[in-house]
């Protein structure tokens, strides 16, 4: 019989992190986020013209619609950055294309 306090308990918040390592899923798992990430930050106006979004270490490729949100977005690369990095609480993002 086991007690409430023992030190058997293992956090799972801890064991579902060394399982997505172990499988390797991490990258995607951070691509996932920084899909969700890009709807709720950028808002739905530029989600609509966003084609294709692909993440891969550190790059965060994105293709546009519309050639004048592509200039704008082309010169906010830094700002959308810094903006996906500080919701992710780290450095993810190191580079924003913009195609």
């Given at each position: 019989m086991?007690?409430?306090?023992?030190?058997?308990?293992v956090?799972?918040?801890h064991?579902f992190?060394a399982?997505?390592k172990?499988m390797?899923?991490?990258?995607?798992?951070?691509?996932?986020?920084?899909?969700?990430?890009?709807?709720?930050?950028?808002g739905?106006?530029?989600?609509?013209?966003?084609?294709?979004?692909y993440?891969?270490?550190?790059?965060?490729?994105?293709?546009?619609?519309?050639?004048?949100?592509?200039?704008?977005?082309?010169?906010?690369?830094?700002?959308?950055?810094?903006?996906?990095?500080?919701?992710?609480?780290?450095?993810?993002v190191?580079?924003?294309?913009?195609?």
């Amino acid at each position: 019989m086991s007690k409430i306090g023992s030190s058997n308990f293992v956090d799972l918040n801890h064991v579902f992190k060394a399982m997505i390592k172990e499988m390797r899923l991490d990258q995607q798992m951070d691509s996932i986020k920084i899909h969700q990430l890009w709807k709720s930050e950028m808002g739905n106006f530029i989600a609509n013209k966003t084609d294709k979004l692909y993440y891969h270490k550190g790059k965060l490729i994105v293709y546009v619609n519309s050639a004048v949100l592509k200039q704008e977005l082309f010169m906010a690369r830094q700002k959308i950055c810094q903006r996906l990095n500080d919701k992710m609480n780290g450095t993810f993002v190191n580079e924003v294309i913009i195609k």
